[in-house]
């Protein structure tokens, strides 16, 4: 059984006991959260597709982590200009462990 949920800005296939890393999120770590925008369930033979959600379906999870994603480096030069710019960029993240999938 497998659920297609938003959680901030963007959409997660998940399973029971998969861990998602998401944009950071303001919860504590520990802290059990309930997701209720869930846009699929499929439990093999049967496919249930919300219209855009489906109401009566959540998917329970736990904030296990705060991590902070890859190194991003942005480097801007201008030929001819002597000039030259380097700037990175660590996302904040959260990491989201699935618990329970019902519908």
Do not use: C
Not at 46 to 56: C, E, N, R, Y
């Amino acid at each position: 059984m497998f659920a297609v949920v938003s959680l901030g800005n963007s959409q997660f296939k998940v399973v029971e006991g998969d861990t998602i890393t998401a944009n950071r999120l303001d919860l504590k770590v520990g802290e059990k959260i309930t997701l209720d925008k869930v846009l699929l369930i499929s439990d093999g033979d049967k496919i249930t597709v919300g219209q855009p959600f489906i109401k009566a379906a959540t998917v329970s999870a736990q904030v296990i982590d705060h991590p902070r994603g890859a190194k991003v480096i942005a480097f801007k030069y201008r030929k001819r200009k002597d000039s030259a710019r380097t700037h990175g960029h660590r996302q904040d993240l959260t990491s989201v462990k699935i618990e329970k999938i019902s519908l």
